[in-house]
Structure formats: structure tokens, C-alpha cells
């Protein structure tokens, strides 16, 4: 059973960069056939895709976000990484991180809930 962790901080200033990290457990970042991937939702809001890294270190972005969104691992550690640069309050969300399998998220996170405020 593959389990994911999200971890970072819960309050960041505008115009500053966000950073989550994953922890994945029960299985290994690189095995083939499986992505990792960052959505989050918005307060009242639906899911949005935010990006994902492939088992070979391959990155793919939302194209809303790309200008914005970085996606790296860690391979080493088992874990994957978020940064979101320029962060408005519109940013504010709970994140997840999720493990993906023929372009669907099939194991989550619990999410973790950034505010971005001043």
C-alpha cells in the first residue's frame, strides 16, 4: 500500500515562493509505469491538475501554472517536491500530492492547507 505524505509551510507571504514536499512510502518513486503528481483546491473550488514528474524524472505542467510551478525528486529520499513562485492569495488551497497511474490519480495524500496572506 503506497502512502503519501504532503509537508511544508501552512502560511507564505504574497509574491514569495511555495514549497511542499511528498514523502512517498510502500513504494518507489521510479518504478515504471507510475507518475507523481500536485493537484490542489481552492476554497469553494474544484480540483485543479497542477503538474507531474514521471518515473524516469520527466516533468509535465498545467499550462495555466507552468510559467509558475516547478516539480523535482529526490530519489534518494523517496520523495517528491512543489514550488509555486509568486504566490497570490488566489494560491491559497489545499494541496495534494498523488500517485499516478494511466492519467488518473489513483493513491492521495490527506492535503495540506496553504494560506497565502501577508
Known amino acids: 500500500q503506497v502512502q503519501l505524505q504532503e509537508s511544508g509551510p501552512g502560511l507564505v507571504k504574497p509574491s514569495q515562493t511555495l514549497s511542499l514536499t511528498c514523502a512517498v512510502s510502500g513504494g518507489s518513486i521510479t518504478t515504471s509505469g507510475y507518475a507523481w503528481s500536485w493537484i490542489r483546491q481552492p476554497p469553494g473550488k474544484g480540483l485543479e491538475w497542477m503538474g507531474v514528474?514521471?518515473?524516469?524524472?520527466?516533468?509535465y505542467y498545467s499550462p495555466s501554472l507552468k510559467s509558475r510551478t516547478s516539480i523535482s525528486r529526490d530519489t534518494s529520499k523517496n520523495q517528491f517536491s512543489l514550488q509555486l513562485s509568486s504566490v497570490t492569495p488566489e494560491d491559497t488551497a489545499v494541496y495534494y500530492c498523488?500517485?499516478?497511474?494511466?492519467?488518473?490519480?489513483?493513491?492521495w495524500g490527506q492535503g495540506t492547507q496553504v494560506t497565502i496572506s501577508s
Open positions: 498523488a500517485r499516478r497511474s494511466w492519467s488518473t490519480e489513483v493513491d
Open positions: 514528474i514521471g518515473d524516469g524524472g520527466t516533468t
